[in-house]
């Protein structure tokens, strides 16, 4: 039923099931694909007979985050500091990403996050804006953004997992698998990769089976104080804050007062030696200190 | 580095080392220690030379909390309910007091504790305001403030555990293991005693190879979240509340811990002070 490329919308029966589609490049992230993203949400939106939001990838990953290639990027990552961009012209950037991303976790359904192999960046956040999420014990979650030297634009991690929990995480750009992550709350449950399916199937169904007398209408008022309780902590303040500070780190120009490793410049190694140099480059000094676990699932190539 | 008696300040790849170090007092907090690290925050947060800071402590412990001699103790420590002192200085005191750990909780560097033995009162509060707690296993966290009377003053701790727990840990004064500590999330990590030091140093040396700018702004991003549920006013308010708990009246069947102090020495008051509470503690 779906006209787009990168993302897929399937139903069945009251389930709705968005798969990410753009497994040749391990579903990362461009402009197009956030685009058919949304309008898949905006179209469930429309049916009210959906009463649950299943989202995955396909093959073998969920998603390693924004895609990093630079080509029809300018949504998903902030500009090269080098092309010196306006500051409301990030800011402006800023408030979209809140905007968007808060949508998803006030999305009127109840939402599944099934998740395998890389779960990255902007991928996690997707993940994590859902109600739920199911992974399997290989999946790898993590935001590298502060190895590019980019601040994390999603407080969500510290609702999920606690201030000290995403503080290790986010300051450290550390990727943890499935199973880690079901230990500090951040996935609901980790299975094997071949139960996953299942798990999340089971899941959905039981969301459609419960409470069949308020039925969909209690579902969605639940939805509304779920969303106040996150309120009232002051989620919706210290997103757009973060995400304004997000736009800030993007707009510091490498070089200035790096230490160790002196002038580390994503964008540079990307123009000169290439996007899969460049990754390598950010994330192989941090091996030593926090090695990235590998799912055996996946293909050891990442892109995020 | 620097001219500190209490504690010691060394800059070592670009990691900044500071060591509480008056370990025949189990580090016990006083104002000398304080204002040196008063002075060494303010001086590691300006040095470009410095990514990350890593807050230990020399000896048996961590830190066993607030020195409580009630030697060089004006700033470390409220007023006692006898002194005559004016409002106004005992609200400047504790204004003082709750903005030391505000500044060390947002200093613009990660911040590690790495926590060893006993780490009460405000030990405790020192290396929860460190953005990463790193514990061995034979770590004791608590805070046994009101068993003598005197208000906690350190609100994050129900943001990071929850309301329930930081009852349960204030009320009681009853110290959680690091185990324990690790469950609850007032720390990141629980790990054998032979294996801290390496654990903290795999942990700053990666650290160390980030951006500080970005390291700055990321970590202030996170904070916001604090912020934003209001830590920030809950800080002001507990130093309110520390005000009234010095205005106090002291009752004749109050336990008058300065007064034991004082009549029994150190020690036997600080006994005097948990005997009560030996069942719970056990």
Redesign the interface.
Known sequence: MSRSQNVELTKEGRIATIALNRPDKLNAINDALLEELMQAFRRIETMPEIQVVVVKGKGRCFSVGQDLSGVNTSEVMPPDPRTKPYESEIFEMARRRFHRLRSILDFPRFTIAQVHGYCLGIGCELAICCQSIIAAEDAVFGDPSIRMGLAPANPLWTWRVGLKKAKELLLTGQYIDGREAERIGLVMTAVSLKELENKVQLEALSKLQLGTIGGFDMQVTWGQFHQAAFETTGLSAAWRLSSCLHSLSAIQRPGRSFIDRGGFNFYKIREEKGLKAALKERDEPFEPYFPTPRPKTGHSKRRS | MGNYKSIIYEIKD?IGWVTLNRPEKLNAINDEMLRELDDMFVLAEQD??V?VLVIKGAGRAFSSGQDLSGVGTDEVLPPSPHSKLSSKAVLEAARRRSRRWEYIFNVCK?TIAQVHGHCLGAGMYLALSC???IASEDALFGDPSLRMGILPDFPLLS??VGVKRASAMLLSGKPLTAKEAERC?????AVRNDQLDAEVS??V???????????A??????N???????VGAAWRYTSDMELLMQRRTIQSDDFDFEEMRDKLGLKDAIQARDNPFKDLDR
């Open positions: 670009n470009l030379d990514k990660p953005d990463l707690t943001w990071l999330g007032l720390i990141n990590k795999r942990l040396k990666g650290l160390s190879l980030l951006h500080s700018d970005a390291l702004v990321a970590k202030d991003s996170l916001v979240a604090m912020e934003a549920r209001g």
